[in-house]
């Protein structure tokens, strides 16, 4: 027996393992394989190429890339074209986007596969390896192996590399709404990024029911399927659209996303190298797209709408199981009766006992509470010893996967201390109250987010153990193991998953995961004898661990702390100054600010647009220099009916990247145009101060026409930004130190210029 336990305990390590383990594939060098096979290292050629250089629209290295793309899919015999124009997409952030499209012909007539992810990195410093240069090397090496094998597909493959999709999806909206393949379009492959990592995640776009699609995907068998139906109803709660959610919203046309969001740390920023590009992970890119691509070319487009929604999960071995919406409830009724049942014989054969279940509850909410608590007060604690760590915006920093074991082993040494403390009663006893709480949280999945009542699947697998328990006085450990198995493969995962996708904020979620899947195996847990020693083990590896997290917490080349700095002159005042959005100052800003740096007030600046509404955290007033307003000249000024008309023309005067357009509070704009194109009427009902941001590029002009009540008075701000503070001439601005990046999802390394217009 004390053979078997230890085995058990070994096997139980190595199943822990092999849940992270087998959702990707190892990558080897390729080079050499076969050309109707998909090569990682002839797709890895292409980032090399694409991530030289930022090439965010507006950007020199945008149209050398462009180029480079074009080039690459003409080599493979496809015929090529652009599309280009200006659209502003929902959030009022107006580009000039040129697509990229090629069309493979099929020997069909119904509808065509589309294979879709962007090819503009994020302004102004990333250089879009993973984000999305993967996604374009992916699909250029798996159209060109495809194409190798020399078969006609039933279906047409039409090939969009959109543009503008960091800018706020523009290049996917001018193609749904103008381009006259959109109707041809029956499926879409999109392929994304969120970091520079880890497994690539399957999500699926759909208005209607998943079940067809989700059939669909497992006929195509894919070797490493990493999809739950929990993920996509987290991900259309957050504010994290992709091109393909264009394509559901505006053109009712279903697809997959793929995308990955490990290494959270490098996303849009500098650090999205050809170098940092985990190969396991664009392996595990192609291992999707060529199965699908395959199935999807000669499979029936024009049926996969369904009205039934199925719940689904993937596990090592089985790949994607999958079951109907529908058997939600009975499977969470089975449950019930079987917990109820085994209580009735559990109590009839005195192995279960009325007053030892009530005090199991006891060491159940010790630990929920405690750990629940860490967790929640983590992100705090962290920051308020690592200041700087506010400054990764992301929310993840380069030692947040040590953080995670950190509070990893401190939840399981929680965990194991409370239990031991009630060892005295036995593990069948102390069962009941998890598998209770289990199923409190099962049924609330039932009803209030679906997509996550899978969980009831390892719950089966732990009331087997019960039964077990209850039945024979000293079971066999690897059979308890063995039960146990579904709710590691299960919920292992998602202990790294929440923390990584969602931010060091959400470090609640792996102490209380963590909690949670020590519930469900304690079957096997519960009779490990010297549970405090294993107490006292976690807590050394919690230390341990703390310890590596602490000498790997500081910044270094490898591991660069984000900063910023930016030139504001503020024309109505005539005011200038340094400006900064860090929280903790490095040497290089640091001597710009000073130590007379003050904290801006609201009043002083709006809140340009950026992923997180970041504000400056301090300025300081400096001496103006020789830089040129924008020349603002009113077009139109008239009054028909209620309504003012006025059309204005915003032209630079100097080279510049951005505008950002604002109004006074509470005035009313009835419609907005800008360089023609007008703004939703859904932006405008729910905009508060913000009217437009134009990404500009060649330096173009910007023409707004608004309406607004005749009555009112509208002020008008111009923030108009170029990315050029390091290199303009009336600046000496040092190169910054190797340890430090320009900071992402802000305006930075800029020169901006404030001009206010009033109208009344």
């Known amino acids: 027996m004390k053979f078997s336990r230890n085995l058990a305990l070994l096997l139980l390590v190595f199943a822990v393992y092999w849940s992270f383990k087998a959702l990707m594939p190892n990558y080897a060098h390729d080079a050499d394989i076969a050309l109707q096979s998909f090569s990682t290292d002839r797709a890895l050629s292409h980032i090399e190429q694409i991530a030289k250089e930022p090439h965010a629209v507006g950007f020199p290295a945008h149209s050398d890339v462009r180029a480079y793309i074009i080039q690459e899919l003409n ?19 107006l580009s000039k986007a040129t697509n ?63 543009d503008a999709e960091e800018l706020g999806l523009n290049g996917a909206d001018l193609f749904v709404d103008k381009h006259p393949w959109v109707k041809d379009v029956g499926l879409v492959l999109n392929f994304e990024a969120r970091g520079s990592g880890g497994p690539s995640y399957m999500l699926i776009e759909t ?47 279903q697809g997959f996303n793929f995308a990955f969001i490990d290494d959270h740390f490098d996303y849009h920023t500098v650090m999205d190298n050809y170098d940092r590009l985990d190969r396991n992970t664009l392996a595990h890119q192609g291992s999707y797209l060529m199965p699908l691509m395959h199935y999807f070319a000669d499979a029936d487009l024009t049926d996969l709408r369904s009205s039934e929604d199925y719940i689904y999960f993937n596990l090592p071995f089985f790949r994607l199981v999958s079951y109907p919406f529908g058997w939600i409830w009975p499977m969470f009724g089975l ?61 993840f920093t380069y030692n947040g996967h040590l953080l995670i074991l950190v509070y990893v082993m401190l939840s399981l040494a929680v965990c194991f201390w409370a239990y031991h403390k009630f060892r005295k009663i036995k593990t069948a006893n102390l069962l009941v109250a998890p598998l209770f709480l289990w199923l409190i949280i099962c049924g609330l999945a039932a009803i209030y987010l679906q997509g996550a009542s899978f969980f009831i699947v390892p719950l089966f697998g732990t009331l087997a153990a019960l039964m077990v328990l209850i039945n024979q006085d000293k079971p066999s450990p690897l059979l308890l193991l063995f039960l146990i198995l579904p709710a ?23 102490t209380v995961f ?123 000024d008239t009054v028909i009916g209620d309504q003012r008309i006025l059309e204005l023309c915003v032209t ?47 330096n173009d002009y910007t023409e707004l026409e608004i309406s607004f009540p005749k009555n009112e008075k509208l002020e008008l701000s111009f923030y108009e930004s170029s990315n050029d503070l390091l290199s303009h001439s009336e600046f000496t601005i040092p190169e910054r130190p190797k340890n430090s990046i320009p900071m992402p999802f802000v305006l930075n390394d800029a020169i901006m210029v404030i001009k206010t217009e009033t109208f009344d």
């Open 514 to 636: 963590t909690t949670l899947l020590f519930f469900l195996s304690l079957p096997f847990l519960g009779g490990l004898k010297n549970k405090e020693r294993f107490a006292y083990v976690f807590l050394i590896l919690f230390f341990s661990f703390g310890i590596a997290a602490h000498i790997n917490s500081d910044f270094s080349e490898d591991r660069p702390k984000p900063s910023s700095l930016l030139y504001v002159h503020n024309t109505d005042n005539d005011n200038a100054m340094w400006a900064t959005y860090d929280h903790s100052l490095i040497d290089w800003n640091n001597q710009f600010l000073g130590d007379t740096k003050k904290a801006p007030t609201e009043a002083d600046f709006k809140t340009l647009s950026s992923k997180y509404l970041s504000r400056f955290s301090y300025i300081r007033e400096i001496p103006k220099k020789d830089i040129a307003a924008p020349w603002i000249d009113t077009v139109r």
């Open 100 to 162: 990229i499209l090629a069309r493979i012909k099929g020997s069909g007539a119904g509808k065509a596969l589309m294979l879709l992810t962007h090819y503009d990195s994020s302004p102004h410093s990333s250089l879009g390896a993973s984000d999305a240069g993967s996604g374009v090397a992916t699909i250029l090496e798996g159209v060109r192996a495809f194409l190798a094998e020399d078969k006609t597909p039933v279906n047409d493959i039409i090939i969009l590399m959109s």
């Open 488 to 510: 590691v493969f299960v919920h292992a995962p998602f202990i790294k998953m929440f923390p990584v996708g969602l931010g060091l904020k959400m470090m609640v979620a792996v």
């Open 207 to 253: 208005n209607q029911g998943n079940g067809k699609l989700i059939q669909h995907f497992v006929e195509a068998n894919p070797k490493f399927p990493v999809a739950n139906s929990l993920a996509y109803s987290i991900y259309k709660m957050l504010p994290n659209d992709t091109d393909l959610t264009v394509f559901r919203e505006d053109g009712d046309i």
């Open 335 to 395: 449950a019930v009766l079987a917990l109820i049942l085994l209580l009735f014989f559990g109590i009839k054969k005195e192995q279960l006992k009325l007053k030892e279940i009530l005090k199991g509850f006891a060491p159940m909410l010790i630990t929920l509470v405690i750990n629940g608590l860490l967790g929640y007060f983590a992100w705090t604690m962290i920051t308020w010893w690592y200041v700087e760590f506010k400054d990764m915006l992301h929310g």
């Open 75 to 93: 080599k493979m015999g496809l015929e090529t074209s652009t599309q280009e124009g200006y659209t502003a997409g929902d959030w009022a952030n």
């Open 652 to 698: 630079p005067k100097r080279n510049v990247n951005r505008l950002d357009v604002y109004t006074n509070e509470g005035i009313e704009i009835s419609s907005a145009k800008v360089n023609g194109i007008a703004l939703s009427e859904a932006f405008l009902a729910r905009r508060r101060s913000k009217l437009v941001t134009h990404y500009i590029s060649n």
